[in-house]
């Protein structure tokens, strides 16, 4: 069996001690979060499979925590929600998950699902491998956390690339300061918002041959930064 691993966002502690009981009897390895900060922290640290995301969680909604791992990740999200309406399901489709099981449900039948969404998602991988290549020469690797220009490391700081990640996942998409602090530091970052500034010049000084001219990282005045592919 493939070694994934399952995230299970549920603030009720019965419900969730099942589900990882279920996981867990299945081979996968599981992590808990019981609001959604914790669940974004653990996303952002560790190499996350597939999400089990109950709606009603608090400090983030599960509604907002999709929406935000869907801006950074492609990572599949089955949404667990006493919401039978055909109006609730189309909304949680709609910001971004895959799947959508109703409370009360059968474990079983959320194991069955479960495979079955990692089965599609990772039918010809045994993890969630990605590089991205962009003109001039630049490669950025999640999994090995690396950077590459013309073939030459590019030696980035953990936050220096996690702001760039989300950015080049994301061209031409802009992002507030306040929008990369969430996405690419998470909601519990202290930091302050003009910080995103440093990270951006020493980015630029890193991976552009023009600092002063960027051509990945661009500013828009009065609204944040972009990535242009």
Known sequence: MENHTILIV????????????????????TFLAYDGEKALEIFKKEDISL???????????????????????????????AKSDEDSKIE?????????????????????RVKALLRRTYKNSTVLAEKLVFHG?????KEKFLVLKNGKTIDLTTNEFKVLLVLARNPGIVF???????????????????????????I????????????YIVTVYGAGYKFID
């Open 10 to 29: 549920e603030d009720e502690k019965n419900i969730s001690d099942v589900i990882k009981a279920y996981m867990e009897k299945e081979g996968y390895n």
């Open 51 to 81: 999400i089990l995301l109950d709606l009603m969680i608090p400090k983030i909604s599960g509604e907002t925590l999709c929406s935000t791992i869907r801006i950074i990740s492609e990572v599949p999200i089955i949404m667990l929600t």
């Open 92 to 112: 949680g489709l709609d910001i971004g998950a895959d799947d959508y099981i109703v409370k009360p449900f059968s474990p079983r039948e959320l194991v069955s």
């Open 137 to 141: 020469g630049l490669e950025i690797d």
């Open 176 to 202: 507030s300061r306040e929008n990369l602090i969430q996405n690419a530091l998470g909601v519990g970052y202290e930091g302050f918002d003009r910080t995103i500034d440093t990270y951006i010049k020493n």
């Open 204 to 215: 630029r000084y890193k991976i552009e041959k023009d600092p002063k001219t960027p051509k």
